[in-house]
């Protein structure tokens, strides 16, 4: 599939730009809007001036990590259809987050992903993303299931939610947990599924780049979707221990593990999800930390460090596609 000369000169001259200003002006009013920012930036300043300051560091450095490894799924899903080194796939990523920051649950990673692709090969290659999607989605559900069954006779005992409720979502997670694992697992369904559709013959294409996932990439995906998580969780810890939350390695894996979960089922949309976000873990780790503003200015960290600087960084690589279609075309 071309892409037509108009919808280039969009992408390369405009949308880009576009992007990074919107971004941009997006993070300055979400900033604006927290409560007590003088009294936040004082905490920050005094934290960053502790001899815990290397946390910080090492958060950012694991922010790398952590998108590293999404290059590198990303890469290893879509060799089938088109050989990417790791830095394309990094940039593709990056891109990525930037488009998703502004739609409902970052949906909208696929449409900065395969800008990065060969013509021919894009459409093809969002089914291949939203498998890696699922892998992440299916350790959430898992980690989150655990940590509902681990924290549950705290969550009861500080009347969070009700005896009743906790075991209808319990249940519920564990059910989609199965159901989507056994899809996972699966994806040949879906091929002779859609085959099958009257009419389809023509979008048949779409999903047969799933034809190659077998059980050996599918369990690739899952574990280092794991180890994405494991580092989220990392994160945390050192900016809880920056910011002064008292927490144990276990309570604080546990409660944010749940915080994920729920994230993960509320419908949200990045850009403005930070307080959802701070109020889900300062409810779950407020089970064991009275230090709120701690929790609040750690959850705004995370937030800030794993997805508004990849975003910008993203949103500047944009504007680079200019350079790749430009030698793609002194090419043809």
């Known amino acids: 599939m071309r892409i037509s000369k ?6 390369n001259y405009f949308l880009g730009p ?43 450095l694991l922010m790398i990590v952590n998108w590293s490894f999404e290059a590198i799924k990303w890469k290893i899903s879509v060799k089938d259809i088109q050989q990417v080194s790791f830095l394309k796939a ?14 409902p649950n970052r949906v909208g990673e696929y449409l900065g992903r395969v800008l990065y692709m060969d013509d021919g090969n894009r459409l093809k290659t969002i089914s291949i993303t939203i498998v ?7 350790i959430t559900l898992l980690m989150g299931a655990i940590g509902l069954i681990v924290l549950k006779p705290a969550i009861e005992a500080g009347h969070i ?17 199965i159901g989507l694992t056994l899809f996972y697992f699966k994806l040949s369904w879906l091929i002779k599924l859609v085959d099958r559709v009257p009419g389809s013959k023509k979008f048949v294409y779409l999903v047969k780049a799933l034809e ?43 409660s944010v593990s749940v915080s994920f979960l ?57 504007l680079s596609i200019r ?6 075309n002194e090419e043809t």
């Open 90 to 103: 990094l940039k593709a990523v990056l891109s990525g987050v930037s488009f998703s920051v502004s739609t």
């Open 262 to 318: 729920v994230m993960a089922i509320i419908p949200t949309i990045a850009i403005a999800e930070l307080a959802q976000r701070g109020k889900v873990v300062t409810t779950l780790t407020g089970l064991y930390s009275a230090n709120e503003l701690g929790i609040t200015f750690a959850t705004a960290g995370i937030w800030f460090i794993n997805l508004i600087l990849p975003a910008i960084i993203g949103s500047l690589l944009i």
């Open 18 to 60: 576009l992007l990074f200003v919107w971004l941009s002006w997006s993070i300055y009013t979400q900033i604006q809007r927290q409560p007590n920012l003088e009294d936040a930036w004082h905490t920050i300043r005094q934290s960053v001036n502790s001899p815990l300051a290397w946390n910080l560091v090492a958060v950012i």
């Open 323 to 328: 350079k790749i279609v430009a030698n793609k």
């Open 132 to 138: 890696g999607s699922i892998s992440q989605l299916i």
């Open 212 to 254: 190659g996932f077998g059980a050996t990439l599918l369990v690739k995906l899952l574990s280092l979707s794991l180890l994405r998580f494991i580092v989220f969780i990392v994160q945390y810890y050192l900016l809880f221990r920056l910011f002064s939350v008292e927490l144990s390695w276990t309570q604080c894996f546990w």
């Open 161 to 177: 939610i009700s005896p009743m409720w906790m075991k209808v979502i319990l249940y519920g997670v564990i059910a989609v947990l």
């Open 6 to 11: 108009n919808i280039k000169i969009f992408i």
